[in-house]
Every structure is written in structure tokens, then in C-alpha cells.
T-cell receptor
Framework: GENVEQHPSTLSVQEGDSAVIKCTYS??????FPWYKQELGKGPQLIID?????GEKKDQRIAVTLNKTAKHFSLHITETQPEDSAVYFC????????????FGTGTRLKVLA | DAGITQSPRHKVTETGTPVTLRCHQT?????MYWYRQDPGHGLRLIHY???????DKGEVSDGYSVSRSKTEDFLLTLESATSSQTSVYFC?????????????FGDGTRLSIL
């Protein structure tokens, strides 16, 4: 079946450094890719998303890039801060616009002060 | 934050008992979803609703049923709970389906079945 692979599963960076999380999707018809941040005891919170007609999107220290040919998309966090420590999930819409998201298995990011 | 309330937030129960989880939204969104979250699996869709009394199955629907009698409430029922249903359950809502609207999540219900 369709799936989304996410790497790495854990990532530790020094405060101020950049962090990159990568996802690969299998459904070539996928056209929407959200990223969620989940803090302990909370639900996932949408932090940024990208649609397939765009190659890159930025929001302050966060950016997402999309390579449709390779079916890759990545989350970039610059100037990391301790409050960026959380679990991050990528997702892809199946079949170009149905109700179904397929989620990656998550990346636990630790920002070391 | 999207107005989504899940209840209860924590529950411990025994195998074979019925369990109902509630999701309540104040956003008047049409679409509502139930997911379960387990280590190594991310979030997996159990059931979803595209309107009052309109529901359909997700990828892990066996052992679960849902009901939606009002726009604001979406109930998830485990008719006879099993230990494999121990998980964290999340409700999500979206205004529209498809690529134009993201899903927004509640804070989850941690369910333990002994």
C-alpha cells in the first residue's frame, strides 16, 4: 500500500544549529504535504504545509522543500532553540485530494542547550 | 488553537468492556476523524465522518465503531475492548477534505486496556 517514510527517527542538535528531517512518499498523485509538531501530552500541531505546485515555503525559522520528481519533501529548522524539542511528523494526502492522510513514523528532535 | 475537546483524557479499563470516547468541536467543521497513535506506526486512521450520520472506515477500523448525530460530536466506541487497542486516540477536524484544508488535532485520550 501507499506509505510515507520519515528519517531520521531521532535527531540531536546543538542550540543554534540547523535540523533537517526528510520524508519520502509513494503516491505520485499526492499534492499536499503538512508537517506537525507534537509536544509531550499534546496533540499534533500544524507548523507548515506545502502544496505540489510550490517547491519551497518558509515561515520564519521553518522551511519546507518539495521535490516532486523524487517524491521527497523535507523540513528545515534553522537557529534551533530548546523549545523546538518535540516529535515531528510529516504527512501526505493520498490520491491527490481524498480525505486520507498517510503519516510518517515521526522524528524525535532534541535541541541541546 | 482549534476548538477540539476530547474526553476522557485518560481511561483504564478491562478486556471485554465497552468503551466510548468523545470528540467535541466548536468550529462547525464538516469533517471529523479518529486516529490511533502507537510507537513505530505514527498516526493511523480508524474512521472518519464527512457529515452528520455520514461515516466511513479508515485503515484500522476492525473492532471500532463511530457515530455522529450532531455536527459538533463524533463518538468512537470499542464494543469489547482488547489489549491490542491500548493506544493514544486522537480526534481531528477539517473544514473541507482534500488538499486545500489541513486537519487540526485534539490533545488525545490515553486508553489502557488491562
Amino acid at each position: 500500500g501507499e506509505n510515507v517514510e520519515q528519517h531520521p527517527s531521532t535527531l540531536s542538535v546543538q542550540e543554534g544549529d540547523s535540523a533537517v528531517i526528510k520524508c519520502t512518499y509513494s503516491d505520485s498523485a499526492s499534492n499536499y504535504f503538512p508537517w506537525y509538531k507534537q509536544e509531550l501530552g499534546k496533540g499534533p500541531q500544524l507548523i507548515i504545509d506545502i502544496r505540489s505546485n510550490v517547491g519551497e515555503k518558509k515561515d520564519q525559522r521553518i522551511a519546507v522543500t518539495l521535490n516532486k520528481t523524487a517524491k521527497h519533501f523535507s523540513l528545515h529548522i534553522t537557529e534551533t532553540q530548546p523549545e523546538d524539542s518535540a516529535v515531528y511528523f510529516c504527512a501526505a494526502i493520498l490520491n491527490g485530494g481524498t480525505y486520507k492522510y498517510i503519516f510518517g513514523t515521526g522524528t524525535r528532535l532534541k535541541v541541546l542547550a | 488553537d482549534a476548538g477540539i475537546t476530547q474526553s476522557p483524557r485518560h481511561k483504564v479499563t478491562e478486556t471485554g468492556t465497552p468503551v466510548t470516547l468523545r470528540c467535541h468541536q466548536t468550529e462547525n467543521h464538516r469533517y471529523m476523524y479518529w486516529y490511533r497513535q502507537d510507537p513505530g506506526h505514527g498516526l493511523r486512521l480508524i474512521h472518519y465522518s464527512y457529515g452528520v450520520k455520514d461515516t466511513d472506515k479508515g485503515e484500522v477500523s476492525d473492532g471500532y465503531s463511530v457515530s455522529r448525530s450532531k455536527t459538533e460530536d463524533f463518538l468512537l466506541t470499542l464494543e469489547s475492548a482488547t489489549s491490542s487497542q491500548t493506544s493514544v486516540y486522537f480526534c481531528a477536524i477539517s473544514e473541507r477534505t482534500g488538499g486545500s484544508q489541513p486537519q487540526h488535532f485534539g490533545d488525545g485520550t490515553r486508553l489502557s486496556i488491562l
